[in-house]
């Protein structure tokens, strides 16, 4: 994941673009269709929070919100 999503490479957005680059021995920055991710090289995720949450009796329960620092 870490190579195709901190690039460097041609940015692309779905992944039938990804996948015919790839194939073509192309490198890629995969950007997504909602958010560009980039990773450390331990895989940790940087600078984008995500919420945490369970359901519970059928509800969205919020736990917190994790990550979020660059």
């Given at each position: 994941?870490?190579?195709?999503?901190?690039?460097?490479?041609?940015?692309?957005?779905?992944?039938?673009?990804?996948?015919?680059?790839?194939?073509?021995g192309e490198a890629i920055d995969f950007t997504g269709?909602?958010?560009?991710?980039?990773?450390?090289?331990?895989?940790?995720?940087?600078?984008?929070?995500?919420?945490?949450?369970?359901?519970?009796?059928?509800?969205?329960?919020?736990?917190?919100?994790?990550?979020?620092?660059?």
């Open positions: 994941i870490i190579p195709i999503t901190n690039g460097p490479g041609t940015k692309v957005a779905t992944g039938v673009e990804a996948l015919a680059l790839v194939r073509k269709a909602g958010q560009d991710l980039k990773f450390d090289q331990r895989g940790e995720l940087l600078g984008r929070p995500f919420l945490h949450q369970i359901i519970r009796d059928g509800k969205d329960v919020v736990l917190g919100t994790v990550g979020g620092a660059a």
